[in-house]
């Protein structure tokens, strides 16, 4: 009898220390050195503590070790937990079946700069007012002036604006804000509507916002961005991946014009539309003896941590 007992101790005691060393992170690649380095350095950690308990000059300069909380975009993964990332990259996934509007909760804030009594001009508030009628969300909106019945919802120009966006770990700027202007180029996902297939599309955010709806139910605030578009590059109508020349090999680097579409409703996006950033460039071709300058799409996937 007593053996079997301490037979389940001995199973709890591992279970424990699988637990315990799980608990640690690595970088998923060197785990076994990683987690012994760790291991070790905590152990002489504990040893120093120990002698250090009579010896108050030591123990005032141990505080250097103390942990901090992390600044900057280090502090970012520490904020969010891995469930509410897994829940919102869901969300992006399936705005196919009309799941995410702009009301929905997003692990992330938005940052400074911030102008908290912003107007939108008249050629955006019709933007606007043209995305909440293709919601459908179950009324019509118009603008203040022109309400004549009771099923129509009056859209303000009043916003917040701000410069950039955070989500997760990462950081997207705009053009609002000039000191983050390389990193306000996106990919955003759109559904086909012949097939209902799910695309990526190139843009540049000009700012984000908050905009708050007045509905029978109560208010209701929308995160935004406005984004304008680029237009492909035309190759028999459609756009192209880069090929290495002599090579039968290509590279995830596509070719788009540097001209933006004319504004239209889809530069107004729910921000659980956006995918990732991209890096921009350069690259010259030769189109019938013609030489055509084209910008190049590479993309920077999200990387969580989950």
Not at 178 to 203: C, M, N, Q, T, W
Not at 263 to 272: A, K, M, S, V
Request: some cysteine.
């Amino acid at each position: 009898m007593l053996y079997i007992v301490l037979y389940y101790v001995k199973i709890l005691i591992d279970t424990y220390n699988l637990y315990f060393v799980g608990s640690y992170k690595s970088s998923h690649r060197n785990i076994e050195p990683e987690l012994l380095r760790i291991i070790l350095t905590n152990k002489c950690l504990d040893e120093i503590v120990s002698h250090a308990e009579n010896n108050d000059r030591l123990l005032d300069s141990l505080t250097i070790l103390k942990g901090r909380i992390s600044g900057g975009s280090m502090a970012i993964p520490d904020e969010f937990e891995s469930q509410d990332l897994l829940q919102f990259y869901n969300l992006r996934n399936i705005i196919k079946q009309g799941e995410a509007f702009g009301f929905e909760p997003f692990p992330g804030t938005f940052l400074d700069p911030k102008l908290e009594n912003a107007v939108l001009p008249p050629d955006i508030q019709d933007l606007l007012i043209e995305f909440y009628n293709a919601a459908e969300l179950g009324y019509c909106f118009t603008k203040p002036g022109v309400i004549t019945g009771i099923d129509q919802i009056p859209v303000f120009p009043g916003v917040i604006q701000y410069g950039r966006l955070k989500l997760g770990s990462e950081i997207f700027g705009s053009t609002f804000s000039a000191r983050h202007i390389k990193s306000s180029r996106i990919l955003a996902r759109f559904v086909a509507l012949e097939d209902e297939s799910i695309d990526s599309y190139p843009g540049q955010v000009q700012f984000y916002f908050d905009h708050t709806i007045y509905l029978p139910s109560g208010e209701q605030t929308y995160h935004l961005a406005f984004v304008r578009w680029y237009r492909p590059a035309k190759n028999d109508e459609t756009r192209f991946h880069m090929k290495i020349k002599g090579d039968n090999l290509s590279c995830n680097v596509e070719l788009w014009e540097q001209e933006f579409y004319d504004l239209g409703r889809d530069c107004i996006i729910p921000i659980h539309q956006i995918y990732s950033r991209f890096i921009a460039g350069t690259y010259t071709i030769d189109i019938k003896l013609n030489q055509k300058t084209y910008m190049t799409v590479i993309p920077l996937h999200r990387k969580y941590n989950l």
